[in-house]
Nanobody, 114 residues
Framework: QVQLVESGGGLVQAGGSLRLSCAAS????????MGWYRQAPGKQRELVAV???????TYANSVKGRFTFSRDNAKNTVYLQMNSLKPEDTAVYYC????????WGQGTQVTVSS
């Protein structure tokens, strides 16, 4: 079993920044794939960024150049640094990993005001 706990969401003005954290139960080195997803009201959940065990990270076009995925293996935590936030970034953000199966965190709300 894997538990994921996200934090760091909140209300921010357009142009501002937030850093989301996702703390995993146990070592994140065992995960082949880790990612951040988001779901806005009335929309499907969409990929924000995904990283593999090789260190390769892919970003959605909508966040490329503004968001950065990083990890701290010693703390079993991954991060999503979000800069130049836009109102359309408003969503619940979820951490996701693939181990023996897919695991999701509970999500953290990000609201960007115009």
């Amino acid at each position: 079993q894997v538990q994921l706990v996200e934090s760091g969401g909140g209300l921010v003005q357009a142009g501002g920044s937030l850093r989301l954290s996702c703390a995993a139960s146990g070592s994140i080195l065992r995960f082949n794939v880790m990612g951040w997803y988001r779901q806005a009201p009335g929309k499907q959940r969409e990929l924000v960024a995904v990283t593999t065990s090789t260190g390769s990270t892919t970003y959605a076009n909508s966040v490329k150049g503004r968001f950065t995925f990083s990890r701290d293996n010693a703390k079993n935590t991954v991060y999503l640094q979000m800069n130049s936030l836009k109102p359309e970034d408003t969503a619940v953000y979820y951490c996701n990993v693939f181990h023996d199966r897919v695991y999701w965190g509970q999500g953290t709300q990000v609201t960007v005001s115009s």
